[in-house]
């Protein structure tokens, strides 16, 4: 019988760990930290200036850069937050970019202000044109939360040329000044630095005109914001203590005796309840995924290692049925046959013993390690990045 139990336990076992890393979002999760695309509608190139046409006029470049003031509000299931900015143009060239410049990525437009510092644009001593806004208002970025409480995120502001073309205008990112105001704060998140992005963005029509060859459909698409990256401590200190000790009070069942059977399965069925309680608070602030965020993969790890437990709770219990009936035969019989049934009770007992104290030991080992391979594979290097910082 203890045999059987064995090979069951090694099958279920093995299963486990094949699931857990074929379902693990390192692939997705990894793609989608290495490349973010645009927002706008359209692909991306790879360069992130316009191609020089060989018999044309290079691009008019219009350098820009921000000095964010202030972000609030980063809504998880809306995909949204507030940003308070400082945005500056210049360029030197016959294209008034202020008068096409569109903000791409806007939302509540009716609640957006854009104003200008100069009524018209401001001409430099280098003969440069100067205009600045200050800007305000709710943006969308589509956040990935695979990784989720392990994630981090970009809130961004992304501009685009509504009529001239990447061949004609082109954005350029003011690296040296665009910065972010020193008592910027966001409770939950640590802040990155500014980062600035410009690509070529080719978007899939011709607007009806019939005309449009890809050249005429490639436009310069500006992107600037911060990358936030969550606190370790938000999942170390706030999330995996009370999942721990639920999981661990499971555990106590091993240390009870078999035939407090009823005492077994409650606290079970009673820390599993406790955890599908945890899973609901713990994801509440999270919108309807079709995915599996790691917290959830974390979760179902909690639910398998239960299930285990009261697999081994009923088995414990049948074994210890069988105690008693080989208990009452030794008692009802004598000499050789007394003897033989002495010899089967010694070998059950046994086998009790050694599936509780096995199960003592491998269950929370089992637990741990699944855990922290989740985390391990989902984040990959990011995950030591992110607990060092």
């Given amino acids: 019988m203890h045999n059987n139990v064995t090979s069951v336990l090694k099958i279920v076992f093995r299963w486990f760990w094949i699931t857990a890393i074929l379902l693990s979002p390192l692939s997705t999760a990894t793609a989608w930290a290495k490349s973010t695309p645009p927002v706008g509608s359209g692909s991306a190139s790879e360069s992130s200036t316009a191609p020089e046409s060989a018999s044309g006029p290079r691009p008019q470049r219009v350098k820009?850069?921000?000095?964010?003031?202030?972000?609030?509000?980063?809504?998880?299931?809306?995909?949204?937050?507030?940003?308070?900015?400082?945005?500056?143009?210049?360029?030197?060239?016959?294209?008034?970019?202020?008068?096409?410049?569109?903000?791409?990525?806007?939302?509540?437009?009716?609640?957006?202000?854009?104003?200008?510092a100069y009524e018209t644009p401001k001409k430099l001593a280098d003969g440069d044109f100067y205009q600045r806004y200050s800007i305000e208002g709710r943006f969308y970025h589509k956040f990935w939360l695979g990784t989720y409480p392990l994630d981090w995120q970009k809130v961004t502001l992304e501009l685009e040329d509504t009529e001239h073309v990447a061949g004609e205008l082109v954005f350029v990112p003011d690296e040296?000044?665009?910065?972010?105001?020193?008592?910027?704060?966001?409770?939950?998140?640590?802040?990155?630095?500014?980062?600035?992005?410009?690509?070529?963005?080719?978007?899939?029509?011709?607007?009806?005109?019939?005309?449009?060859?890809?050249?005429?459909?490639?436009?310069?698409?500006?992107?600037?914001?911060?990358?936030?990256?969550?606190?370790?401590?938000?999942?170390?200190?706030?999330?995996?203590?009370?999942?721990?000790?639920?999981?661990?009070?499971?555990?106590?069942?091993?240390?009870?005796?078999?035939?407090?059977?009823?005492?077994r399965i409650s606290t079970v069925i009673t820390a599993l309840l406790t955890q599908v309680f945890l899973q609901l608070t713990f994801t509440s602030s999270l919108p309807n995924l079709s995915i599996l965020v790691l917290l959830d993969q974390i979760f179902n790890c909690s639910y398998f290692i239960m299930f285990l437990i009261l697999v081994e709770c009923v088995i414990v219990n049948r074994l210890n049925d069988r105690r008693q009936r080989l208990t009452e035969r030794v008692e009802a019989t004598e000499g050789a046959e007394k003897q033989g049934h002495v010899v089967d009770l010694e070998r059950v007992a046994k086998a009790i013993r050694r599936l509780d104290r096995t199960s003592m030991v491998l269950f929370p080992v089992l637990y741990l390690t699944s855990c922290f391979l989740l985390a391990l594979v989902s984040r990959g290097r990011e995950l030591f990045s992110v607990v060092a910082q």
């Fill in 64 to 116: 820009i850069g921000v000095y964010l003031r202030n972000v609030e509000s980063v809504d998880m299931q809306s995909n949204t937050y507030f940003l308070d900015l400082l945005l500056w143009v210049k360029w030197k060239g016959d294209i008034d970019p202020t008068k096409t410049l569109r903000i791409v990525n806007a939302i509540d437009t009716w609640g957006l202000t854009m104003t200008p």
């Fill in 176 to 263: 040296e000044s665009s910065k972010m105001s020193d008592h910027l704060q966001i409770p939950g998140w640590r802040i990155d630095k500014v980062y600035n992005e410009v690509q070529d963005v080719v978007h899939p029509t011709d607007y009806g005109m019939g005309e449009r060859t890809q050249e005429r459909r490639t436009f310069s698409h500006y992107r600037c914001g911060l990358k936030l990256y969550r606190p370790a401590s938000f999942f170390l200190l706030k999330m995996v203590p009370p999942m721990v000790i639920v999981v661990l009070c499971c555990f106590i069942v091993f240390f009870l005796h078999p035939d407090h059977v009823d005492a």
